[in-house]
C-alpha cells in the first residue's frame, strides 16, 4: 500500500497566502464590482529593467542559432553570472566571496527549503516569530517537528519573538541551537539587524557549532550606511553562515526566477572524527536534483550588474521605497504606530482599535477593499500586527491611503 509522509498532515489547514487568496475571491464573489487594490503577498508590480529586457532578447537570439545554442548549463550557474555576483554584490564591498562558492538557482524560496535535504532530524532549530513562513513549514514537512499547539507552534522548534516590546532584536537562545534562521532586511516587520547584533548571532554560532541560514533577499533596500548588506560583513561569518539572495525584489525578477545561495568553503560539519564541507554536500544535492537556472534568465540576471542595469534598479528600488515611505507617513498621519518601510519594502502596522489581525483583515477587505497581511499568519508572536507592502503602483498606493482613512475611521 502507498505511504505519504505523514509530515505534511502536520501543516496547518492553510498556507497564509493561499487562505488571503481564499477570503478574498469569496469577497469578490460577493462584490464582483468591488475595486480591490492588493497591498499583501510581496509580489513585485513594475515591469523589467530595459537592460535586463535587452539582454533577455539577444539570449534568446543565441538560442535559435546552431551555433550559440546552449543545453544543458552547469548546475551551479554559468560563469559570467557568477562573476558578475561575486564581484558587485561582495568584492566591491571588500566582502571575500568567491565565483565558485555561488550556487545560481531559480528561487531563494526554493534554496532556503532545498538545503534541509542536507540537514538531520535530530536538530534544534530558532526561528525568529514573526517569520516567513516557509522557513517553518518546510522544516515541518522534512520531520523536523512536532505537532503544532493552539497557537500555532511547532515542538522541537525554538520561537525568538520579536515585538514592540524588545524593540524587534531577536534575544539569543537561552539552550543550545543547531540551525537558526534570520532575516535581515527583516520580512515581515521591515526592521534591520546592526553589526553588533549580528556579530553576537555569529559568535553564539560558533560557540555552540551552529549554522546561521542568512536570508538577504531584500538588502538592495538598505539605505542605511551602517547596517550590513551581507552576513559576511560581520568577522567569522565565513565559518557558520549560508546566505540567500534573489533577484525577485530588486530587479523585478518574481515570475522571471534567479536567485542564489552562497556556501563558503570555511563552512564545515563534524561527523565523527572529520569535519565535512556544506559546499561540496550542497553542491552533490544541486548536481542531483537540480539541472541549473535557464539560460536566457541567467544571462537577464548577468545584465543587472551592467552600468545601464545598475542605474534601472536603483530607480526600481528608490521607486518602490517612496511607496513604502507614503505608506508609513499616512498612516502615522492616522495615528497608527508603524514600523519598518525605511530600509525595508514592507510596513508593519500595530492593528487598530484593538482588533487582531484577521479582523482587521477583514475590516479593510470589506470597508476600503483593501487587502494585506495579517501579521498572525506570520507566527504568533505577530498576532496584533499588520503588513503592508510597497510594491505596487503610485496610484495604487496613494489611493489605499485614502482607503484606509475611511476603514479605520469608526463603524
Known amino acids: 500500500m502507498v505511504q505519504i509522509n505523514e509530515n505534511f498532515l502536520k501543516l496547518k489547514a492553510g498556507y497564509l497566502f493561499p487562505e488571503i487568496a481564499r477570503r478574498v475571491s469569496e469577497f469578490s464573489k460577493g462584490n464582483p464590482d468591488a475595486d480591490i487594490i492588493r497591498l499583501g503577498i510581496g509580489d513585485v508590480t513594475e515591469p523589467l529593467p530595459l537592460a535586463i529586457v535587452n539582454a533577455m532578447h539577444e539570449a534568446v537570439d543565441?538560442?535559435?542559432?546552431r551555433e550559440s545554442f546552449h543545453g544543458y548549463g552547469p548546475e551551479q550557474g554559468y560563469s559570467f553570472l557568477r562573476d558578475c555576483i561575486a564581484k558587485y554584490d561582495y568584492q566591491d564591498r571588500g566582502v571575500s566571496v568567491a565565483a565558485d562558492e555561488i550556487f545560481v538557482s531559480d528561487g531563494s524560496k526554493c534554496d532556503s527549503g532545498n538545503i534541509l535535504d542536507i540537514f538531520g532530524p535530530g536538530n534544534r532549530i530558532a526561528i525568529t516569530d514573526p517569520v516567513y513562513p516557509v522557513y517553518v513549514d518546510t522544516n515541518v514537512?522534512?520531520?523536523h517537528t512536532g505537532p503544532a499547539d493552539d497557537d500555532g507552534r511547532y515542538g522541537g522548534l525554538v520561537y525568538l519573538p520579536v515585538t514592540e516590546e524588545n524593540g524587534f532584536i531577536p534575544q539569543l537562545p537561552s539552550e543550545p541551537v543547531d540551525l537558526i534562521y534570520l532575516c535581515y532586511p527583516n520580512n515581515p516587520t521591515g526592521t534591520v539587524a546592526t553589526r553588533e547584533t549580528l556579530q553576537q548571532w555569529v559568535d553564539y554560532a560558533k560557540e555552540y557549532?551552529?549554522?546561521i541560514l542568512f536570508d538577504a533577499a531584500y538588502e538592495a533596500y538598505i539605505a542605511d550606511d551602517d547596517i550590513p548588506h551581507s552576513i559576511y560583513e560581520i568577522s567569522g561569518a565565513r565559518e557558520v553562515a549560508v546566505e540567500f539572495r534573489s533577484f525577485s525584489k530588486n530587479a523585478g525578477f518574481t515570475g522571471t526566477r534567479c536567485a542564489f545561495t552562497v556556501v563558503p568553503r570555511d563552512v564545515t560539519i563534524p561527523v565523527g572524527d572529520e569535519h565535512v564541507s556544506l559546499r561540496e554536500l550542497w553542491n552533490r544535492r544541486q548536481c542531483t536534483k537540480f539541472n541549473g537556472a535557464s539560460f536566457v534568465v541567467q544571462k537577464g540576471a548577468a545584465a543587472a550588474y551592467s552600468e545601464e542595469g545598475r542605474g534601472q534598479?536603483?530607480?526600481?528600488?528608490?521607486?518602490?521605497?517612496?511607496?513604502a515611505r507614503l505608506l508609513r507617513e499616512g498612516l502615522q498621519e492616522l495615528g497608527i504606530t508603524v514600523y519598518g518601510g525605511e530600509n525595508a519594502p514592507y510596513v508593519w502596522l500595530k492593528t487598530p482599535n484593538g482588533l487582531n489581525s484577521w479582523d482587521f483583515f477583514d475590516v479593510l477587505l470589506s470597508k476600503g477593499h483593501l487587502v494585506g497581511t495579517p501579521g498572525s499568519g506570520f507566527g504568533a508572536a505577530g498576532e496584533g500586527y499588520f503588513r503592508l507592502s510597497a510594491f505596487n503602483s503610485r496610484e495604487n498606493v496613494e489611493a489605499a491611503l485614502e482607503r484606509f482613512k475611511l476603514a479605520v475611521a469608526g463603524p
Do not use: P
Open 62 to 65: 543565441e538560442m535559435a542559432s
Open 141 to 143: 514537512m522534512a520531520g
Open 209 to 211: 557549532g551552529s549554522i
Open 313 to 323: 534598479i536603483r530607480d526600481l528600488v528608490n521607486f518602490y521605497m517612496t511607496n
